[in-house]
């Protein structure tokens, strides 16, 4: 099978979210054995095949060993095998397969598979991003929102929509289901390179909460913040962050 990057990356997502369900389903797993067992599995499946693939690539996964060649090279596929691991092991929707690619740091491509929904979202086929409403609203997490995200959206007036995983919050600015997701509780570069790559092909802002871009395959692979919004948003939702430092 040849296929161009960007078809590799949705393909690898689409089939990979159809394995993680298919684990779900067949009744032998629950809770966190689910999660592990999806993770494992996924994971097998993602780094085989960009090896196969695109073998002079460099790969950085969540679930595999890091390996400091990366370092040395210009392309770089970064996958999270499940986004929302627990979510995933709750039998929730809001859980993601991310495929992204770094050239030279930057998040140029990407696919996020939401198996829960059936669809895979992807960097080179950017659609309509549907119009905010009068009210915005912010996304985080259902379990741990950061101070930041809660205490902008009150500034804002925004509404807070819980939510899982991190591509879940960042797709769903892309459907129409929220308007800003503002993170700075700290993640990895798998937690968002996918989803930043499309956003961005989707016309969206991506920075650090600073207003920095988001820099990929990097040593040290935490990354402590960023912003996803409409661009018309972005001004003002940094604003807010900077008064509150």
Avoid at 67 to 96: C, M, Q
Avoid at 196 to 201: F, I, K, N, Q, S
Avoid at 216 to 241: T, W
Wanted: net charge negative; proline share 5%; glycine share 10%.
């Amino acid at each position: 099978m040849s296929l161009n990057d960007a078809n590799l990356a949705a393909h690898l997502a689409q089939v990979a979210g159809q394995i993680l369900l298919d684990v779900r389903a067949s009744g032998l797993f629950s809770g966190k054995s689910l999660g592990k067992a999806g993770d494992q599995t996924a994971n097998q499946f993602l780094c085989h095949a960009l090896r196969e693939q695109r073998p002079e690539d460099g790969l950085l996964s969540e679930e595999e060993k890091d390996n400091a060649e990366r370092l040395s090279k210009e392309r770089v596929w970064i996958v999270d095998p499940v986004d929302g691991t627990r979510e995933y092991g709750e039998e929730r929707a809001d859980w993601a397969v991310h495929v992204g690619m770094a050239v030279d740091g930057a998040p140029v491509l990407g696919a996020v598979a939401l198996p829960g929904a059936g669809v895979v979202l992807r960097s080179d086929q950017p659609g309509e991003v549907p119009p905010a409403p009068e009210k915005l609203r912010m996304v985080v997490s259902r379990t741990r929102p950061a101070r930041e995200a809660t205490s902008v959206a009150e500034e804002i007036g925004a509404e807070l929509v819980p939510m899982g995983s991190a591509g879940a919050k960042a797709m769903a600015i892309l459907r129409g289901e929220a308007d800003i997701y503002l993170h700075s509780g700290g993640q990895y570069e798998w937690d968002s390179c996918a989803p930043a790559a499309v956003a961005l092909g989707w016309g969206l802002h991506v920075s650090r909460i600073d207003g920095s871009p988001l820099v990929y395959n990097q040593k040290d692979v935490y990354m402590p913040d960023l912003l996803i919004c409409r661009k018309e948003h972005a001004e003002m939702v940094l604003g807010k962050v900077k008064a509150l430092v």
